[in-house]
């Protein structure tokens, strides 16, 4: 079977992992929407750190007070969303030789 081609709206560097994803595993119709989403999240999370490039990670408030730039936020949630996704794909997925125990088709259906 072909691979499907990557949604249009995602960048050249989503796209191509979109591809390489698609190459490398069996997907299924609910797996394509969880890529999808990741890649989305990867796009956001590059917009929010060329952002930060621009802007700096620091803002000045109405009362001209220091704060956290809104983008550091954006950029933190698009990160974690895309590590989350990754992890429901078992894109993440490696023999494990620590504590941890190896994350599988179970994961968190242990106790």
Known sequence: MATPRPPIH???TA????????DGYDLDEHHRHLLRLACESMDEAEK???ALADHGHVVLDRFGCQKESPWCGIEHKA????RILC?????????GEGPRMPR????????
Do not use: C, M
């Open 79 to 82: 990160q974690n969303r895309f």
């Open 15 to 22: 796209k191509a992992w979109w591809r390489q994803v698609h």
């Open 10 to 12: 995602l960048s050249r």
């Open 48 to 50: 929010a750190r060329a």
């Open 104 to 111: 599988d088709a179970t994961y968190g259906a242990r106790r």
């Open 87 to 95: 992890r429901e794909l078992g894109l993440d997925v490696q023999p």
